[in-house]
């Protein structure tokens, strides 16, 4: 009998050696495929290209949209707004959807991320280790965000701003309700909203009115107390394959959903109109962005993690591009967690972060306000002293991370920190509205791109892993059909 279990035993183990031989992404689970012995088939670029929902469909469809949007833009002296309309029906219908799917995986993803640092062999203390270093990680570099966007605007770019005349100054009665409305909202009150939003009264409710703030809080508290193993968690691990397998099928539309998203938004853009001041509006804001995408978080990411962060931000592309055509973090949510696990981040860390992320991680926002209410003074003449500087600040800090992560979203706190610092609201305020849903979408990128690298930061700061001490199944090769039975399958 020793001796037949021993040639079974050989058979077995030869017949695994095959196996990984000739199929070697099948093992994702493969510690010699994570140490990166055994590597994947390179595809050729055509197979990439070709690849359902592959990056490089992705660019060449927002590279179509913008070449075709600019041609018509330039061509055409006014395009219809049936015709803008019309086209823009298969982008919203993709971001509805995706939208549709973003609060049910908030919910499991924070169930199952909080389940599993219950769950984890490292120890106690490594939830509120995970959960002090995100969140301070997110207050930090937002704070960072928009110091050296004042810095920049009150040494550089407000002393090219020029003062307009009283004709551009004038607001029509349409913006002057508009604004009417939203200067009624005090600064002590969106303090306020900002911690009621932590605790909902009815949980339906903040379902139902998108409130992800609290829905976020309430699922970290489901997965905390909720029974391991039981019949309400195998409910929850079978929502998340579901949830998944539609994100799947959305990912593969990404570049339909972006080039429709992006083509009629360009035939609204009158390059003619765009001014000198409304120019440097415009430079001065993706020059914020630049800075701090490219620098000062590169810069942070290889303090702490030594890898280089130009590749990471690359491979993330995915995320960041789809952000860029949607100009919703909540919306790319998905393909963000998805970026993020092909990284290597354990999957404990991507789905407690990046949902937290997209909700208080705002830095293209923070980056945003100091300039654009600048722009609204020195169009008027006015300058402001440092004390002012120092008010815009706080506030633009507090307003990025109580923002919510849905198209131009922050246009009601602009008019909240020019009123604090005692700017008044003129007809170049229909300016910024008429321009910001082009801001909108690098902000929105830059959002999601400092989500990828906070996620990578936070992993090598905290030092977790899933369980066994190895990559989840997903950060190898993305299963949406396994994710939530990581557990079952070893009963």
């Given at each position: 009998?020793?001796?037949?279990?021993d040639?079974?035993?050989?058979?077995?183990?030869q017949d695994?050696?095959?196996?990984?031989?000739?199929?070697?992404?099948?093992?994702?689970?493969?510690?010699?495929?994570?140490?990166?012995v055994?590597?994947?088939?390179k595809?050729?670029?055509?197979?990439?290209?070709?690849?359902?929902?592959?990056?490089?469909?992705?660019?060449?469809?927002?590279?179509?949209a913008?070449?075709?949007?600019?041609?018509?833009?330039?061509?055409?002296?006014?395009?219809?707004?049936?015709?803008?309309?019309?086209?823009?029906?298969?982008?919203?219908?993709?971001?509805?959807?995706?939208?549709?799917?973003?609060?049910?995986?908030?919910?499991?993803?924070?169930?199952?991320?909080?389940?599993?640092?219950?769950?984890?062999?490292?120890?106690?203390?490594?939830?509120?280790k995970?959960?002090?270093?995100?969140?301070?990680?997110y207050?930090?570099?937002?704070?960072?965000?928009?110091?050296?966007?004042?810095?920049?605007?009150?040494?550089?770019?407000?002393?090219?701003?020029?003062?307009?005349?009283?004709?551009?100054?004038?607001?029509?009665?349409?913006?002057?309700?508009?604004?009417?409305e939203?200067?009624?909202?005090?600064?002590?009150?969106?303090?306020?909203?900002m911690?009621?939003?932590?605790?909902?009264?009815?949980?339906?409710?903040?379902?139902?009115?998108?409130?992800?703030?609290?829905?976020?809080?309430?699922?970290?508290?489901?997965?905390?107390?909720?029974?391991p193993?039981?019949?309400?968690?195998?409910?929850?691990?079978?929502?998340?394959?579901?949830?998944?397998?539609?994100?799947t099928?959305?990912?593969?539309?990404?570049?339909?959903?972006?080039?429709?998203?992006?083509?009629?938004?360009?035939?609204?853009?009158?390059?003619?109109?765009?001014?000198?001041?409304?120019?440097?509006?415009?430079?001065?804001?993706?020059?914020?962005?630049?800075?701090?995408?490219?620098?000062?978080?590169?810069l942070?990411?290889?303090?702490?993690?030594?890898?280089?962060?130009?590749?990471?931000?690359?491979?993330?592309?995915?995320?960041?591009?789809?952000?860029?055509g949607?100009a919703?973090?909540?919306?790319?949510?998905?393909?963000?967690?998805?970026?993020?696990?092909?990284?290597?981040?354990?999957?404990?860390?991507?789905?407690f972060?990046?949902?937290?992320?997209?909700?208080?991680?705002?830095?293209g926002?923070?980056?945003?306000?100091p300039?654009?209410?600048?722009?609204?003074?020195?169009?008027?003449?006015?300058?402001?002293?440092?004390?002012?500087y120092?008010?815009?600040?706080?506030?633009?800090?507090?307003?990025s991370?109580?923002?919510?992560?849905?198209?131009s979203?922050?246009?009601?706190?602009?008019?909240?920190?020019?009123?604090?610092?005692?700017?008044?609201?003129?007809?170049?305020?229909?300016?910024?509205v008429?321009?910001?849903?082009f801001?909108?979408?690098?902000?929105?990128?830059?959002?999601?791109?400092?989500?990828?690298?906070?996620?990578?930061?936070v992993?090598?700061?905290?030092?977790?892993?899933?369980?066994?001490?190895?990559?989840?199944?997903?950060?190898?090769?993305?299963?949406?059909?396994?994710?939530?039975r990581?557990?079952?399958e070893?009963?």
């Amino acid at each position: 009998m020793p001796r037949s279990m021993d040639l079974n035993r050989s058979e077995q183990v030869q017949d695994s050696k095959n196996i990984r031989e000739s199929s070697p992404a099948s093992m994702p689970s493969d510690p010699l495929s994570q140490a990166g012995v055994v590597v994947e088939e390179k595809k050729t670029f055509v197979q990439r290209v070709l690849e359902p929902g592959s990056v490089w469909q992705i660019i060449i469809a927002a590279l179509l949209a913008i070449t075709i949007g600019l041609a018509v833009t330039t061509q055409v002296d006014e395009v219809p707004d049936a015709a803008v309309a019309i086209l823009a029906i298969p982008g919203n219908l993709w971001l509805r959807a995706l939208r549709a799917v973003v609060l049910p995986m908030i919910v499991t993803a924070m169930i199952m991320a909080i389940q599993r640092l219950r769950n984890m062999s490292q120890g106690d203390g490594k939830a509120g280790k995970l959960a002090r270093w995100t969140i301070g990680y997110y207050v930090v570099t937002t704070i960072i965000a928009v110091a050296h966007s004042c810095l920049l605007v009150g040494l550089v770019w407000s002393k090219l701003m020029n003062t307009v005349s009283g004709d551009q100054l004038a607001v029509s009665e349409d913006d002057q309700e508009m604004i009417e409305e939203r200067e009624d909202v005090a600064i002590h009150e969106v303090v306020v909203d900002m911690f009621y939003s932590l605790v909902p009264q009815n949980i339906v409710d903040a379902l139902a009115t998108d409130s992800l703030l609290a829905v976020l809080i309430t699922a970290v508290v489901i997965g905390y107390v909720i029974k391991p193993g039981g019949a309400l968690m195998k409910a929850v691990e079978e929502i998340e394959v579901i949830i998944m397998r539609i994100i799947t099928v959305l990912i593969k539309l990404a570049p339909i959903g972006v080039f429709f998203l992006i083509m009629p938004n360009l035939f609204r853009l009158d390059i003619a109109e765009i001014g000198m001041n409304l120019g440097i509006l415009i430079g001065g804001t993706l020059c914020g962005m630049v800075l701090h995408l490219f620098v000062i978080i590169p810069l942070i990411f290889v303090l702490i993690t030594r890898q280089n962060p130009y590749t990471m931000w690359m491979k993330c592309s995915p995320a960041w591009i789809t952000a860029w055509g949607t100009a919703s973090s909540a919306a790319t949510l998905p393909v963000t967690i998805r970026c993020v696990l092909e990284r290597g981040v354990p999957v404990t860390v991507a789905k407690f972060s990046v949902p937290l992320g997209c909700l208080i991680n705002m830095d293209g926002t923070a980056i945003y306000f100091p300039i654009v209410v600048v722009f609204l003074a020195a169009t008027q003449g006015i300058s402001l002293n440092a004390a002012d500087y120092i008010i815009v600040v706080l506030l633009s800090t507090l307003a990025s991370i109580g923002t919510t992560p849905i198209p131009s979203s922050s246009l009601v706190l602009v008019v909240m920190i020019a009123g604090s610092i005692g700017v008044p609201i003129t007809g170049m305020y229909a300016v910024v509205v008429a321009i910001d849903w082009f801001l909108d979408r690098f902000r929105t990128a830059v959002n999601v791109s400092c989500d990828t690298f906070a996620a990578v930061i936070v992993t090598k700061i905290t030092g977790i892993m899933d369980e066994d001490g190895e990559i989840d199944q997903e950060t190898a090769n993305i299963d949406p059909s396994s994710l939530g039975r990581r557990d079952e399958e070893k009963v």
